[in-house]
């Protein structure tokens, strides 16, 4: 049985405008790739600097959301959905993942502000591309999985589960 509980629905909105506030942040990042890579030598410090603006900015909204998924949100769903602790724990190794590319960005990018060559830079720039649109590619397929499948396990629970779930999500907003 889905609940259509008004609490819980705007609930689900303040997560989906959540979510869509980020995918905006990807899709600049995406675009400062872009511009990484077809704008040329000439400009490929300040297009790594874009990059790099649009990375903190994505993992300064997208970090604290994953560790109230791993540390609240889905220790909830295991207690009280225990059939979803597959797709739970799919999310959990896809945040790990997440962080690790996050991490090895970093590294290309102090890498990048140390390069003495133009050649240097150009090799770095293309590994921060690759690394760069993995990670558009990773965030994107995991907020639309999360969001399609969290709001329907959401809508699934009882009325006073939903309740209590509330009362966590208002602590995170």
Known sequence: ?????????????GL???????LKEVNKLYAALNNLQYEGKIFVRRNIRNVFRSVRSIKKDLFPHMKFDDDKLFPFFQKHIPKYEPILEYFKGEHAEIREEFKALEVLFLKAEKAKTDTGEQKLAAK???HGIYLVCLVRNHLQVE?????KMMRRLK???QDVLISKLSVHH
């Open 1 to 13: 049985m889905v609940s259509r509980n008004p609490r819980i629905e705007k609930a689900i909105q």
């Open 16 to 22: 989906e405008s959540e979510h869509s506030e980020m």
């Open 128 to 130: 921060l591309r690759d």
């Open 147 to 151: 969001g399609q499948n969290i709001y």
């Open 159 to 161: 009325a006073e589960e």
